[in-house]
């Protein structure tokens, strides 16, 4: 936050419209909900792209959790790209993680699930690559139903709960900019948008990137 020159990209921090505000910060948000960095335990990562990880090291206790492949994924930043998505200088000297291999049981059709180390059984790290070779989705079953959090298998509300697919044409484009595998990313976000046409009723799907997906679970109204 502070040092943003060696922890962000100065092309994103244009491009995206980044803001050195305090207020907008992660564990500024934490504070605000009534607790302390001590008391988040663990992170689920969907991606190790800059926006994901850019907080991390304000919970140094926390054990974070990531699929195996981005790990990997993220040490070899041969081009200009993977350069400025993957920032050593966010996760730098976080010891504590748990990592998960391409193998695991099957959840509505996508395999490879995992379930976490030292958390409960219905939290489970689904693997959605495209965005990145290791990205992942975080389903979490509740008493009447399922989460999603896609994280960037989408950007867009109208991606998904319609067989059509409508996004911006920003969105679309920074999308495909932003996709080391592109045909993965299609294919990975057509199921999905299957998925959610055909289990809407049992399955909250949101992303990290479209604001009323997140106004809608703040205020439990059907997401649209």
């Known amino acids: 936050m502070h040092t943003p020159g060696s922890r962000l990209s100065g092309f994103f921090r244009v491009l995206?419209?980044?803001?050195?505000?305090?207020?907008?910060?992660?564990?500024?948000?934490?504070t605000a909900l009534g607790f302390r960095a001590e008391d988040v335990r663990h992170i689920i990562l969907t991606p190790l792209d800059f926006d994901h990880?850019?907080?991390?090291?304000?919970?140094?206790?926390?054990?974070?959790?990531?699929?195996?492949q981005e790990v990997d994924t993220s040490h070899r930043r041969h081009s200009w790209l993977s350069r400025e998505r993957y920032r050593p200088g966010q996760w730098g000297g976080i010891g504590q993680g748990e990592t998960y291999p391409p193998q695991g049981e099957t959840w509505f059709g996508f395999k490879a699930v995992n379930r976490l180390r030292a958390l409960p059984p219905e939290i489970l790290l689904v693997p959605l690559a495209g965005h990145t070779p290791g990205h992942a989705g975080i389903a979490i079953r509740l008493s009447d139903g399922w989460?999603?959090?896609?994280?960037?298998?989408?950007?867009?509300?109208g991606e998904m709960r319609q067989l059509t697919r409508h996004c911006t044409p920003g969105l679309r484009f920074y999308q495909w900019m932003m996709g080391m595998d592109n045909p993965a990313r299609r294919h990975n976000q057509q199921r999905l948008r299957e998925l959610s046409c055909q289990h809407g009723g049992e399955i909250t799907f949101f992303c990290s990137h479209d604001a009323r997906e997140l106004a809608g679970l703040q205020s439990n109204a059907p997401l649209r």
Request: proline share 2%; hydrophobic share 45%; no cysteine.
């Open 16 to 30: 995206n419209n980044i803001q050195r505000r305090d207020d907008l910060t992660a564990l500024a948000q934490i």
């Open 53 to 68: 990880a850019g907080g991390l090291t304000d919970f140094p206790q926390a054990r974070l959790h990531l699929l195996q």
């Open 147 to 157: 989460l999603l959090h896609g994280g960037d298998a989408w950007f867009y509300r």
